[in-house]
């Protein structure tokens, strides 16, 4: 079974700014492709950002010019780095990894932005 291993969560301004790492288990991570969703109380979960086994990326709307995610084969790990974080990005964020027909989860870090 696929692992992925969240961190870089937690408190933040608005205005400011957050990393977020996600780390998977096993030798085909450069196979997947990643994602990055988030949930907030009440709503459905949303994707944010992707990127392709190939390292191509999508964004949500509401994140673009502000979010970046990239991927680093070597480390087995995707990241997602925010900037310009509005209260509206609180939310769990999962990291998610997809090949073939399999998909897995990450077990969410909790981003609060708030003054």
Do not use: H
């Not at 291993?5 to 977020?20: C, K």
């Not at 790492?21 to 969703?37: E, I, R």
């Not at 390292?55 to 979010?67: E, H, I, L, Q």
């Not at 680093?72 to 939310?91: F, G, H």
Request: some cysteine.
């Amino acid at each position: 079974q696929v692992q992925l291993v969240e961190s870089g969560g937690g408190l933040v301004q608005p205005g400011g700014s957050l990393g977020l790492s996600c780390a998977v288990s096993g030798s085909s991570f450069s196979l997947f492709n990643m994602g990055w969703y988030r949930q907030a109380p009440g709503k459905q979960r949303e994707l944010v950002a992707s990127i392709t086994a190939s390292g191509r990326t999508n964004y949500a709307d509401s994140v673009k010019g502000r979010f970046t995610i990239s991927r680093d084969n070597a480390k087995n790990t995707v990241y997602l780095q925010m900037s310009s974080l509005k209260p509206e990005d609180t939310a769990v964020y999962y990291c998610n990894a997809a090949f073939l027909t399999r998909s897995y989860w990450g077990q969410g870090t909790q981003v609060t932005v708030s003054s």
